[in-house]
């Protein structure tokens, strides 16, 4: 009985918080969703700025914002963006700390489409057109033992516009203050 219930140890760690830039406007959610607007190249940088858009001589910019959950998990980018967050692009970003390499899974729901990214590399894409619902695709990810990055962009069709994200891991892990 012990060892089995020793099996059923699992960390889950859902981040209070994560930085969020965006919206990036395109004519729909696929082409959100494929056009790199610029978080997914290189460093994070929290005080970087991104070119939204040319909307005659004016090149408005935006940059990180923080967003937190609700009560049940769920980050409201539509409440974050407003009436701009129809057919565009957001981009998430948090550090987890991890005690030892390990494997783990990220239980994400998004809502449109998305694209995850773990330390650099892409791990995950889908085009579902979908409302959020937590734990809608389970991605396996391989953390390395110290900080590792996520990155998530979020593209949306119409609203609503939002997401769930946890990760569970064998051993606990923890979001790096930033």
Partial sequence: MVAYLETLKVAALTPDSFHAVGPFPAKDMNTALDTEFGPEKGAFDPKAEFAIGDRGRVIPKTGWKT??????????????????????????????????????????????????????????????TAAATPEAHKVGVKLAKGKNTILLKVANGNNPHGFYFSLTSPEETKVVPK
Avoid at 104 to 114: Q, T
């Fill in 67 to 128: 967003i937190r959950p609700d009560g049940k998990g769920y980050f409201d980018l539509a409440a974050l963006h407003g009436d701009k967050a129809a057919n565009s692009a957001s981009y998430m970003y948090v550090e987890i700390e991890s005690p030892v390499e390990q494997g783990g899974e990220v239980l994400l729901g998004p809502d449109d489409g998305a694209r995850l990214w773990v330390n650099g590399k892409e791990v995950f894409t889908t085009r579902a």
